[in-house]
């Protein structure tokens, strides 16, 4: 199963961007790239997701490298609600397994 | 609109109590997921359905639990009996599609104690 690799903590000052890195080397050409973020005390939250061209939506935007084997998540002004954990997900050609990995934490510095 | 409801929030058990968890997807969504978080393992998918029938569950860790699904509206997770080492964060989530671009809904989850 390819699998995805992020750092384990990143911090961040308030109202300034955050580029979150993930890299999956072995992506094979049918997986999305999928990210999530889990607030404390709270379920998993879509953030979004792209398969080849960078995607933009109100939450983030999301930079896939040309070969596909890293990708960026992109929140363009970061608040203290944005501190959660972030997961970069592969979805395999089994459609419904998502492979979670240990995340980034994120933490907002005020 | 209503997400995915779970219920109880909360459950403190002693062991060997048989423990059920509940879910509510969302209306018109086909597929369904239990999961369960510890800080150990992280999010474990438990078990999957569609159209309300189990398609996977080699999640499951043993006999001790099961799932069901009676309707499109509704999903128990039971575990009996329970032990210690089931404690976690046991989310439900429930998506339109299967298919690779189907976005997750998770509900806040129900947390188990067994003492």
């Known amino acids: 199963d390819a699998k995805t690799t992020q750092p384990n903590s990143m911090e961040s000052n308030e109202e300034e961007p955050v580029h979150l890195p993930c890299n999956h080397s072995?992506?094979?050409?049918?997986?999305?790239i999928h990210w999530y973020r889990q607030l404390p005390s709270q379920g998993p939250e879509y953030v979004i997701h792209?398969?080849?061209?960078?995607v933009n939506n109100r939450m983030a935007s999301l930079a896939i490298a040309e070969d596909r084997k890293s990708s960026t998540l992109i929140l363009h002004r970061a608040t203290l609600r944005d501190a959660a954990v972030y997961y970069c997900?592969?979805?395999?050609?089994?459609?419904?397994?998502?492979?979670w990995g240990a995340g980034t934490k994120l933490i907002i510095k005020p | 609109d209503a997400g995915v409801i779970q219920s109880p929030r909360h459950e403190v058990t002693e062991m060997g109590q048989e423990v059920t968890l509940r879910c509510k997807p969302i209306?018109?969504?086909?597929?369904l997921f239990w999961y369960r978080q510890t800080m150990m393992r992280g999010l474990e998918l438990l078990i999957y359905?569609?159209?309300?029938?189990?398609?996977?569950d080699s999640g499951m860790p043993e006999d001790r639990f099961s799932a069901k699904m009676p309707n499109a509206s509704f999903s128990t997770l039971k575990i009996q009996p329970s032990e210690p080492r089931d404690s976690a964060v046991y989310f439900c989530?429930?998506?339109?599609?299967?298919?690779?671009?189907?976005?997750?809904?998770f509900g806040e989850g129900s947390r188990l104690t067994v003492l």
């Open positions: 209306s018109g969504h086909n597929s």
């Open positions: 072995t992506i094979s050409g049918t997986d999305y």
């Open positions: 792209g398969l080849t061209s960078n």
């Open positions: 359905f569609n159209n309300n029938v189990p398609i996977d």
């Open positions: 989530a429930s998506s339109l599609t299967s298919g690779r671009a189907g976005e997750l809904f």
């Open positions: 997900i592969l979805r395999q050609d089994s459609n419904y397994q998502l492979i």
